[in-house]
Nanobody, 119 residues
């Protein structure tokens, strides 16, 4: 089991910045991939940025050049630095972790943190 707790959301003006944090606890040694998704009202949850199983990073095209995912392994924490925010970035942001136990994969979600960008 892995627990994920997000923080850092809030209200910001367009062009501003926010940094989200995701603290992982529990069986963090089994985490295979970890990253961020978001969901705006009336839309499906979408990938924002993720560390894949090999350690490489993947970003949604809409955030490339503006958002940066990073991690502090000593703190079991993943960050999402969001710069040049746009109104279309408004959404609930969720931390997601995928664990691998033997040949099985499990997915975990945090509770989400609201990001609102005012134009």
């Amino acid at each position: 089991q892995v627990q994920l707790v997000e923080s850092g959301g809030g209200l910001v003006e367009a062009g501003g910045s926010l940094r989200l944090s995701c603290a992982a606890s529990g069986s963090t040694f089994s985490i295979n991939a970890i990253g961020w998704y978001r969901q705006a009202p009336g839309t499906q949850r979408e990938l924002v940025a993720v560390f894949s199983s090999g350690g490489s990073t993947n970003y949604a095209d809409s955030v490339k050049g503006r958002f940066t995912i990073s991690r502090d392994n000593a703190k079991n924490t993943v960050y999402l630095q969001m710069n040049s925010l746009k109104s279309e970035d408004t959404a609930v942001y969720y931390c997601n972790a995928v664990t691998k136990v033997g040949s099985r994969y499990f997915r975990y979600w945090g509770q989400g943190t609201q990001v609102t960008v005012s134009s």
